[in-house]
């Protein structure tokens, strides 16, 4: 399997991220008083690719460079992912297989139509 290649977009997104994180942990690191999330906080991935093989293999690649096992939920519906954490963050990489994305799209069809203020009790 071969690694995708970079687009400049990305360089520029990834150097952005990069940089942002950092100061957000120097801003805190310098003011104490500032409150954090007991637990941590997470960052998630979605790869985007043509198809869900190419997805896959993408979650495969990122499980690779983080030395972790991919968990398949995809035969009982769910999602194909890897995590680590680091410290109290923890990177998330998800695949949200096509067939369950139609669901959702089809389930959410009729959000528009349904209002739950009519259904409550007087």
Not at 35 to 50: L, M, Q, S
């Amino acid at each position: 399997m071969t690694t995708p290649p970079t687009v400049p977009g990305d360089l520029l997104a990834r150097a952005q991220t990069i940089a942002g994180l950092r100061a957000l942990a120097d801003f805190l690191e310098n003011n104490p008083s500032i409150p954090v999330r007991e637990y941590g906080g997470d960052y998630t991935v979605f790869p985007y690719a043509d198809d869900d093989a190419a997805e896959r293999a993408e979650i495969d690649r990122i499980a690779t460079a983080l030395g972790e096992t991919v968990t398949d939920e995809t035969g009982r519906g769910g999602h194909y992912t890897v995590s680590k954490t680091f410290g109290r963050i923890t990177y998330n990489a998800i695949h949200v297989p096509a067939k369950r994305q139609a669901a959702h799209e089809a389930l959410m069809s009729y959000a528009p139509v349904f209002h739950p203020d009519r259904y409550t009790a007087a």
